[in-house]
């Protein structure tokens, strides 16, 4: 079958880093997607990784190993504002998006 | 750029009553989703449209959910009837093609009762 793997819940300090990790298995990989989700809205998009490596965007950076089936997303300086969740999503063979249950961050002063 | 249009943002119905939901993608989106989300999981895909024609719909209860999508543009998702566990918000997506990344309206949050 199936499966993206995220941790449920983080917490982290104003001001820190945070990295957020995905392992995915699925049929086939043709990229691997990151959305923010802040509680009652809809996901927003923050990156797309298709090859090894990191792709820099910001205070958000998204890690990619197709090897190891894994990817991180990299929040620095953090905010009050980046309290959301954060969905992990890989496009298979078919091009269909499998979707993780995502991380909810949680941010304390 | 409008972003994706979807109403109503609430619907508060009983069990076995039918419900509708509408869905005004992006200008240009050819491909258009709909997807179920429940408290505290991801996106489950109910049906993806690319125009006007369905690409996948494995996942839809085909024997109380229906969608269409008319010209290829606007697309209503309907539940009939609707079934305590049908309540989650339902989520509107479109994108440029299948390789672009989607975008997602606000949602409709369903509650039954």
């Known amino acids: 079958g199936q499966n993206i793997d995220q941790p449920t819940e983080m917490t982290a300090t104003e001001g820190a880093i945070v990295q957020i990790n995905c392992t995915y298995q699925t049929s086939g990989f043709n990229g691997l997607f990151w959305y923010q989700q802040h509680a009652g809205e809809a996901p927003t998009f923050l990156s797309y990784?298709?090859l090894d490596g990191l792709e820099e965007k910001g205070r958000f950076s998204s890690f990619l190993s197709r090897s190891k089936g894994y990817s991180y997303l990299l929040l620095k300086e953090l905010q009050m504002k980046d309290s959301a969740s954060y969905l992990c999503a890989v496009r298979d063979s078919n091009y269909q998006l499998i979707w993780g249950a995502g991380t909810k961050l949680i941010i304390k002063p | 750029e409008a972003g994706v249009a979807q109403s109503p943002r609430y619907k508060i119905i009983e069990k076995r009553q039918s419900v509708a939901f509408w869905c005004n993608p992006i200008s240009g989106h050819a491909t258009l989703y709909w997807y179920q989300q429940i408290l505290g999981q991801g996106p489950k895909l109910l049906i993806q449209f690319q125009n006007n024609g369905v690409v996948d719909d494995s996942q839809l209860p085909k024997d109380r959910f229906s969608a269409e999508r008319l010209k290829g543009v606007d697309s209503t998702l309907k539940i009939q009837p609707a079934k305590l566990e049908d309540s989650a918000v339902y989520l509107c997506?479109?994108?440029?093609?299948?390789?672009?990344?989607?975008?997602f309206g606000d949602g409709t949050r369903l509650s039954i009762l």
């Open positions: 997506a479109s994108s440029l093609d299948v390789n672009q990344p989607q975008h």
């Open positions: 990784n298709v």
